[in-house]
């Protein structure tokens, strides 16, 4: 596979490096991302911050479809790529990984510490009291006050809920400390990524010696702005996709194949070199 010997060479040159994964990482593991290998965007209406906070008809229209998102998101598994990463991570040719995604794959393949930068689907935040809970304690909650409504069957989208019109009569659960408003602990569009974790993630680009993106079409400055730091540094990036990325250009290697293929065979080839 010359992919694989082109991705192995340049870690190889690199040293130790970071990563930044996105969508197309998960993807073989049955969660759609949010482009194709055409690089077009998938048709897609997410729900932003404002207006999940702004209207009680808004959090009942996000939890009902989310609850039917949730069965697909819990029980996916961690394909060959998150393994790959995981063991390339055990070999020590990654410094750490950032993740753009929010589905837990990275942890539950196997990788000891990721920084989710967009939080993580299995926790729950009240907005007003702040209290963290599990997601499948929820999941319990609205079962049993939607008990008819968990028997659907719908395609899951990106963001881990799916397309559903029509969600009257779904009932939406209050947080059992405070009766605050439920939330998952992600960030939604129009709201801000915790300053800790981005801090977190340009220290960790800034003490590697190149910066390798993962299934990330880069379209949003959550990710691309690490390909910036990189480049302003001087450090070399390669990015793995299937389809074109905003970082193209600012890449020193390319790689358009199913990270599903290439990444098992880096880590055998890295960690045979290795021994």
């Known amino acids: 596979m010359d992919d694989a010997r082109l991705l192995t060479d340049w870690l190889d040159r690199c040293g130790p490096v970071a990563v930044l994964t996105g969508a197309g990482l998960s993807t073989e593991s049955g969660i759609p991302d949010y482009r194709g290998p055409t690089g077009a965007a998938r048709p897609a209406t997410p729900m932003t911050f404002q207006a999940f906070t702004g209207s009680a008809a808004a959090q009942q229209r996000y939890w009902a479809r989310s609850h039917l998102g949730w069965r697909s998101i819990a029980r996916a598994q ?13 070999q020590g040719r990654l410094t750490g990984v950032v993740t753009q ?8 393949g196997g990788l000891d510490a990721v920084v989710e930068l967009h939080g993580s689907l299995d926790r729950v935040v009240c ?6 809970s599990a997601r499948e304690a929820l999941d319990l909650r609205l079962r049993e006050a939607n008990p008819h409504w968990s028997r659907r069957e719908v395609a899951l989208k990106p963001d881990g809920d799916v397309d559903l019109d029509d969600t009257d009569g779904f009932h939406v659960v209050a947080c059992q400390v405070c009766a605050g408003v439920l939330k998952p602990d992600v960030v939604f569009f129009g709201e801000n990524v915790p300053r800790e974790r981005v801090d977190a993630s340009f220290a960790l680009v800034e003490r590697s010696g190149g910066l390798l993106v993962l299934g990330s079409s880069l379209t949003v400055m959550s990710g691309y702005r690490f390909v910036l730091r990189a480049s302003a540094l ?5 990015i793995v996709n299937q389809g074109p990325t905003r970082g193209d250009d600012r890449a020193q290697l390319l ?5 599903g293929l290439v990444l098992p065979a880096v880590a055998r080839a890295t960690y045979g070199a290795a021994t």
């Open 101 to 108: 995604n929010v589905d837990g794959l990275h942890t539950a």
């Open 127 to 132: 907005l007003g009291c702040g209290e963290l």
């Open 255 to 259: 790689v358009d194949a199913p990270l």
């Open 78 to 90: 961690p394909n060959d790529g998150h393994r790959a990463v995981a063991e390339l991570a055990r």
């Open 234 to 238: 001087g450090l070399p990036v390669a």
